[in-house]
């Protein structure tokens, strides 16, 4: 093994919520660099409680290696306050200067004049010395970039967009990542669709490349589904409650697959804003009896859910402020498993369920059209085991977490190394 291969680069992840139930692909991502026996700090905005999220938190003790940003104070009068609070007890001298460039209202605008980028700046005053700072959403590489101009922190900047943090953030703000375009040094958008977005509003394409979310395949027993004689089919959603899950139109499919005499029960795994309000959708359409809604679960729960159901609803909708999705993890999962899909021409989600060969893909809001989906799956079990075996193919073959993740080192091989990460 060459020494460049051997050699341990120190890396910083930026997340938001940690850990956290939706957000499984971070997990997988920082495991990939923890077994490389590399050190790894975490720095999170905030602290979920929900330790118990995932085995490899316990495995790789993630929560030993993280650390809870304080949250910066409200009123200008408060950060005044916290900043010069803080500068009396600092241990680098030097960080003086750093929070001296952070007031720079010419270049970071607002953030400066406003002291919130001295304020995010503070928490770094120990720890600053990176080879890679990956932060997790856009407006965390934002942030990332900013710290490392003023000095506060240093590292190659690699930014991963997931959904949220593409139109919709920016709709809400116009040139947020502009500094970060600019001076990032690579972008990983989860799906081609999301690669044409970047490019169109900015980012340069000599500096982005597509990074799946993986998952691990080891935890996913193959076992093509087939209907039990006298038991209803069994639908499933994994998903938080929320406008883009679009699960409002898979009640009403069911609904309309129970009034037309099909035996089915749908269950909803996860929570959110809108779960009354789905409740209510249920109980008004009469179908109460054949939905569950057991809340969030963790990870393993998760798993058994998905092995156990027979056909996997993903009605996945973009919202009228442009929040929408990438590739939902959790369609992998099931795909994986050898579980049918049913979901909707979405963002990118046609790069990984294939219409008509790894499941069905409707129009968005056409309940038409998923119910006609869920019908024909229904009256043609046959259909689930060519799908299924489809299905787990192309996961193998294009989100295996090992591959991505030996990717993703590569990347950070390169960028260190000052080579291109194209090609």
Known sequence: MSTDRQKKFR?????????????????????????????????????????????????????????YLPMVPKSRFQRVKH???????????????????????????????????????????????????????????????????IGAISGKVVTSFRGYDTEQYLKKNPGAYRHLFKHGDLFLPVCDY???????????????????????????????????????????????????????????????????GKSVHYTILGDGPMRSHLERIAESLGISEHIS???????????????????????????????????????KEAMATGMPVVSTWHSGIPELVHDQQTGFLVREKDVDQLTDKLRILIENPDMWIRMGEAGRDIVEKQYDINILNARMIEFYRRLVNGESVKG
């Open 293 to 331: 809604m057991p809340g969030m679960k963790p990870h393993e729960h998760v798993l058994l859910e998905i092995q156990r159901n027979h056909i996997m609803v993903a009605p996945s909708i973009t919202t009228a402020d442009g929040d929408h999705e990438g590739i939902p993890n959790v369609l």
């Open 194 to 260: 999301f690669q044409r977005w970047l490019i169109d509003n900015g980012c340069p394409e000599n500096k982005i490349q597509v990074l799946h979310s993986g998952i691990d395949l080891s935890e996913f027993r193959f076992d093509p589904r087939k209907p039990e004689l006298g038991k209803p089919i069994r639908l499933l959603s994994v998903a938080r409650m929320v406008e883009k899950k679009g699960l409002a139109y898979a009640l009403e499919a069911v609904a309309r697959l129970s009034r037309s």
């Open 11 to 67: 890396v910083a992840f930026f997340v938001d919520d940690f850990p956290s139930y939706t957000q499984t692909f971070v997990l997988r991502q920082i495991a990939g660099v923890m077994e490389e026996d590399w050190p790894i700090d975490i720095y999170a905005r905030r602290n979920s409680g929900l330790n118990d999220t995932h085995q490899l938190i316990d495995k790789h003790r993630m929560i030993d290696n993280t650390i």
């Open 83 to 149: 900043v010069l609070g803080k500068c009396a007890s600092l241990n680098r001298p030097d960080f003086i200067t750093v929070l001296l460039r952070s007031l720079n209202f010419l270049e970071f605008g607002r953030e400066g004049f406003s002291l919130k980028l001295a304020c995010l700046a503070l928490p770094f005053s120990t720890q600053t010395n990176y080879d890679i700072l990956h932060s997790q959403f856009g407006w965390l590489g934002a942030a990332a970039c900013k710290l490392r101009q």
